[in-house]
C-alpha cells in the first residue's frame, strides 16, 4: 500500500488547509487512514482516522469541531480539513494505513510528511 500525503504549507492564526492522502487503489476497502502530526522535539501521535468499515470518524479532543476527515473512494483519496488553524497545531502531519478499524494497532504503511506552519 503506498500513500502519499500533500497540502501543507504556511497558514495564519485562524486560517484553513485541507489535507489529502491518495493512497493505493483499493485500499480504502481494507484499510482505515489515520493522520497524525509531529511537532519539532515531541513524539508522532494520532490526530483522527476514518474507518474502512462503516466510514466512521474519530478525533482526538484538541482538534473536534475545528479538522474534519473524510474519504473519496473513487479517488482514493482521504481529506483532513482543518480549520481555525492554531500556532499549536504547526507540526508535520503524516497519514497512516491501518488495518485494524482505527484501533491503530497495525499501522504497516506511512506517507511523507507535510509541513504545515501556523504563524500567530
Known amino acids: 500500500v503506498q500513500l502519499q500525503a500533500s497540502g501543507g504549507g504556511l497558514v495564519q492564526y485562524g486560517g484553513s488547509l485541507r489535507l489529502s492522502c491518495v493512497v493505493s487503489?483499493?485500499?480504502?476497502?481494507?484499510?482505515?487512514i489515520a493522520w497524525f502530526r509531529q511537532a519539532p522535539g515531541r513524539e508522532r501521535h494520532s490526530i483522527s482516522c476514518?474507518?474502512?468499515?462503516?466510514?466512521?470518524?474519530h478525533y482526538i479532543d484538541s482538534v473536534k469541531g475545528r479538522f474534519t476527515i473524510s474519504r473519496d473512494v473513487a479517488k482514493n483519496t482521504v481529506y483532513l480539513q482543518m480549520n481555525n488553524l492554531r500556532p499549536a497545531d504547526t507540526a508535520v502531519y503524516y497519514c497512516?494505513?491501518?488495518?485494524?478499524?482505527?484501533?491503530?494497532?497495525?499501522?504497516?504503511?506511512w506517507g511523507q510528511g507535510t509541513q504545515v506552519t501556523v504563524s500567530s
Open positions: 497512516a494505513a491501518d488495518g485494524d478499524f482505527c484501533k491503530l494497532n497495525e499501522l504497516d504503511y
Open positions: 487503489r483499493g485500499a480504502l476497502d481494507h484499510y482505515s
Open positions: 476514518i474507518s474502512s468499515g462503516d466510514g466512521s470518524a
